[in-house]
């Protein structure tokens, strides 16, 4: 079993910072794509970044510029640092990623419960 947290979500004035993690667990071989979604109230879930096993990385043309992507592959971790926040960037934020838990195996998407940004001042 995979299980992904996220965590780092909290309040924030407009023009401020966070830094979001997404730490997966269990058993895992490789973790192939990693990605951050958002899904603001009465809104669908829309993509925001991704980034590849090899570093290669894609963004929302909403929060390119102010948010960057990056991962951890010895801690099996993925990152979103959000700077100059907007109020329209308040939302659940999700992580997934496909994980292939064996050498044999194809990789499955799992997704973690999300954390809440919310920028108010």
């Known amino acids: 079993q995979v299980q992904l947290v996220e965590s780092g979500g909290g309040l924030v004035q407009p023009g401020g910072s966070l830094r979001l993690a997404c730490a997966a667990s269990?058993?895992?071989?490789?973790?192939?794509?990693m990605r951050w979604y958002r899904q603001a109230p009465g809104k669908q879930r829309e993509f925001v970044a991704a980034?590849?096993?090899?570093?290669?990385?894609y963004y929302a043309d909403s929060v390119k510029g102010r948010f960057t992507i990056s991962r951890d592959n010895a801690k099996n971790t993925v990152y979103l640092q959000m700077n100059s926040l907007k109020p329209e960037d308040t939302a659940g934020y999700y992580c997934?990623?496909?994980?292939?838990?064996?050498?044999?195996?194809?990789?499955?998407?799992?997704w973690g419960q999300g954390t809440q940004v919310t920028v108010s001042s």
């Open positions: 980034i590849t096993s090899t570093g290669s990385t």
């Open positions: 997934n990623a496909d994980v292939q838990v064996l050498a044999s195996s194809n990789a499955n998407l799992y």
């Open positions: 269990g058993s895992i071989f490789r973790i192939h794509t």
